[in-house]
């Protein structure tokens, strides 16, 4: 059973274009939620974390947003550039026996075009 | 600066040998994780530890240990009893407060071959 669920999976865009990424979660545990960019082979780079008591974070381009009530969050990507291209990774902080932990979506693979 | 050192970046491993993937940490964080990603699959959570010389199991830990000797040290040793270890292996470690995000490392590649 998926906890957190990403879609989509995969999305082509033009160059410029405004888009959003959707992660939804299931457990009511989670309290803060944090989105990732991984590049092909590589490790992931920390975007956006949004703690409980937030409702967005924005850092240049990126806006996140989350609603705990209806498990969603979303991340905004403004004016796309090539260079967004990379899998963008959601994922929920929950705590549990032995402390806090993160559960991942699968991702989605964004491909911005010229 | 400070950050997550993941090494090797590659490792071939031969049936039935046991190998360790090295995690260091200056970032002072309390808490150290390991996850495994295969493609279609997301990460998994191996193991974690909060405090030295104390560790947790995740999702996948059969096949696996850890130690946690150092607070800035949480290497992982994929045993001969994990049947299939070849994946891309990444560390993580933060605050034990969880208010300040999880950093990662660059990930360590094991091929069995």
Same mark, same amino acid.
């Given at each position: 059973?998926?906890?957190?669920?990403?879609?989509?999976?995969?999305?082509?865009?033009?160059?410029?274009?405004?888009?959003? /990424?959707?992660?939804? *979660?299931?457990?009511?545990?989670?309290?803060?939620?944090?989105?990732? $960019?991984?590049?092909?082979?590589?490790?992931?780079?920390?975007? /956006?974390?949004?703690?409980?008591?937030?409702?967005?974070?924005?850092?240049?381009?990126?806006?996140?947003?989350?609603?705990?009530?209806?498990?969603?969050?979303?991340?905004?990507?403004?004016?796309?550039?090539?260079?967004?291209?990379?899998?963008?990774?959601?994922?929920?902080?929950?705590?549990?026996?032995?402390?806090?932990?993160?559960?991942?979506?699968?991702?989605?693979?964004?491909?911005?075009?010229? | 600066?400070?950050?997550?050192?993941?090494?090797?970046?590659?490792? *071939?491993?031969?049936?039935?040998?046991?190998?360790? /993937?090295?995690?260091?940490?200056?970032?002072?964080?309390?808490? @150290?994780?390991?996850?495994?990603?295969?493609?279609?699959?997301?990460? $998994?959570?191996?193991?974690?530890?909060?405090?030295?010389?104390? *560790?947790?199991?995740?999702?996948?830990?059969?096949?696996?240990?850890?130690?946690?000797?150092?607070?800035?040290?949480?290497?992982?040793?994929?045993?001969?009893?994990?049947?299939?270890?070849?994946?891309?292996? /990444?560390?993580?470690? @933060? *605050?034990?407060?969880?208010?300040?995000?999880?950093?990662?490392?660059?990930?360590? $590649?094991?091929?069995?071959?």
């Amino acid at each position: 059973k998926q906890e957190v669920t990403q879609i989509p999976a995969a999305l082509s865009v033009p160059e410029g274009e405004n888009l959003v /990424l959707n992660c939804s *979660f299931t457990d009511s545990a989670i309290y803060n939620l944090q989105w990732f $960019r991984q590049d092909p082979g590589k490790g992931l780079t920390s975007l /956006l974390l949004i703690q409980s008591s937030q409702r967005e974070q924005t850092s240049g381009r990126l806006n996140a947003s989350l609603d705990k009530s209806s498990g969603r969050s979303t991340l905004y990507i403004a004016a796309s550039q090539p260079g967004d291209s990379a899998t963008y990774l959601c994922a929920g902080v929950k705590s549990g026996g032995g402390g806090n932990k993160l559960t991942f979506g699968t991702g989605t693979q964004l491909k911005v075009e010229l | 600066d400070g950050g997550i050192t993941q090494s090797p970046k590659y490792l *071939f491993r031969k049936e039935g040998q046991n190998v360790t /993937l090295s995690c260091e940490q200056n970032l002072n964080h309390d808490a @150290m994780y390991w996850y495994r990603q295969d493609p279609g699959q997301g990460l $998994r959570l191996i193991y974690y530890s909060q405090i030295v010389n104390d *560790f947790q199991k995740g999702d996948i830990a059969e096949g696996y240990s850890v130690s946690r000797e150092k607070k800035e040290s949480f290497p992982l040793t994929v045993t001969s009893a994990q049947k299939n270890p070849t994946a891309f292996y /990444l560390c993580a470690s @933060m *605050f034990d407060t969880g208010g300040y995000g999880y950093t990662f490392g660059s990930g360590t $590649r094991l091929t069995v071959v």
